[in-house]
């Protein structure tokens, strides 16, 4: 029963701290953080724009409904990667 409980635990904190990653391009081929981020700007009201350890760009913020949104793009492309909005 407690090498159950201790699993359960490792897989539960692996998935709380699994990094989402974007791309293993060169940071000469992403786009310019302060551009990206200006064009973001008309759609989300953002508190933090930032680099991630996974090279995603990322921001913590609002979107134009008011809803809490967490979202991870690829700085490449600019593709929204992983997005949690508040429900």
Do not use: D
């Not at 904190?13 to 699994?18: D, N």
Request: aromatic share 12%.
């Amino acid at each position: 029963m407690k090498s159950l409980l201790f699993v359960s635990a490792l897989l539960i904190s692996g998935q709380l701290f699994a990094r989402t990653e974007c791309t293993t391009e060169p940071k000469s081929k992403w786009m310019n953080a302060e551009t990206f981020k200006k064009s973001l700007e008309a759609t989300y009201k953002i508190k933090v724009f930032k680099e991630t350890k996974g090279n995603c760009y990322e921001i913590y913020g609002w979107n134009k409904a008011g809803k809490k949104v967490e979202i991870y793009f690829h700085p490449v492309t600019g593709a929204v990667v992983k997005e949690n909005i508040e429900k």
